[in-house]
């Protein structure tokens, strides 16, 4: 399991986002969120590097 901080996931809508940018890099990916410590745990097979940049991509960079 992964841990990423997301300094910039403050709402529902960035829920959201972050679920489908997940889903992007693996469909099968569990994502959990902790949205009051901006925290998101992703269970998935495929690689750290993938998450990372697909969420710099979509704008929420990982501290």
Do not use: W
Not at 12 to 36: M, S, W
């Amino acid at each position: 399991m992964y841990e990423f901080k997301l300094p910039d996931m403050s709402c529902g809508h960035c829920v959201a986002t972050i679920t489908q940018t997940v889903a992007n890099v693996d469909a099968e990916a569990k994502p959990l969120f902790d949205r009051e410590a901006k925290i998101l745990r992703v269970e998935s097979e495929k690689g750290r590097d993938a998450f990372v940049a697909a969420l710099t991509e979509e704008g929420y960079p990982p501290a």
